[in-house]
């Protein structure tokens, strides 16, 4: 049974840090690309970062670039989001996914496994 679960969320204040993570099992996240997405309120999910399977290539989307740095442990079979110089606007449900394919995917419906999501809110 493959089950991915996030941990590390919660209240922080503007410009503060946090860091995500997202223990697998029944899977590898060495065989599969793994993402972060977002969810705000009304807002549509969006993708965050991502490593590829190899972990040799890496995303960011541009309104997380510089800030956020996605990392792998493939010890621990575990995938994290390094959040600095967190804003309002970072507020969200943070979801860990992963996906097969050979070049990470954007769109969500192309990630097979998801995680319960953890929320991040970021107080100004």
């Known amino acids: 049974q493959v089950q991915l679960v996030e941990s590390g969320g919660g209240l922080v204040q503007a410009g503060g840090s946090l860091t995500l993570s997202c223990a697998a099992s029944g899977l590898t996240f060495s065989n599969l690309n793994t993402a972060w997405f977002r969810q705000g309120p009304g807002k549509e999910r969006e993708l965050v970062a991502a490593i590829s399977w190899s972990a040799g290539i890496t995303y960011s989307s541009d309104s997380v670039k510089g800030r956020f740095v996605i990392s792998r442990d493939d010890a621990k079979n575990t995938v994290h989001l390094r959040m600095n110089s967190l804003t309002p606007e970072d507020t969200a449900v943070y979801y860990c996914?992963?996906?097969?394919?050979?070049?990470?995917?954007?769109?969500?419906?192309?990630?097979?496994?998801w995680g319960q999501g953890t929320q991040v809110t970021v107080s100004s």
């Open positions: 996914a992963a996906g097969r394919g050979m070049s990470i995917p954007k769109n969500p419906n192309d990630y097979n496994y």
